[in-house]
């Protein structure tokens, strides 16, 4: 099921900011509204690099809920980061770590 635009907007918190500028965001601010724009629609694949950098530990809870409830609804992610606590906690079908250019582990 997609998001809307407006539960997005309320779960990150950017509601009060999305009149202003985009050039007047902070770079936690603006990777919210990159992550916004990423579960806009109904996509049966999201692309995230680096999704927990930038934004404040509350954002990065939600948005861990956030990717559980889309892929327990069919939502595939491909997700690249170097914080593995974040990505372990999902039940994910496969996890890939990739080092020095050749794959590591297979979960």
Request: hydrophobic share 40%; proline share 5%.
């Amino acid at each position: 099921s997609s998001e809307s635009v407006e539960n997005l907007k309320n779960l990150f918190g950017v509601t009060q900011y999305a009149p202003n500028p985009i050039s007047s965001y902070s770079s936690g601010m603006l990777k919210k509204a990159a992550l916004l724009l990423a579960f806009l629609g109904n996509p049966q694949l999201i692309i995230l690099d680096e999704p927990f950098t930038t934004i404040d530990v509350e954002a990065q809870k939600k948005l861990l809920n956030l990717i559980k409830d889309q892929y327990v609804l069919g939502v595939n992610f491909l997700i690249s980061s170097h914080h593995l606590p974040n990505v372990e906690n999902f039940n994910f079908e496969s996890v890939v770590q990739i080092q020095n250019g050749k794959l590591e582990t297979v979960i």
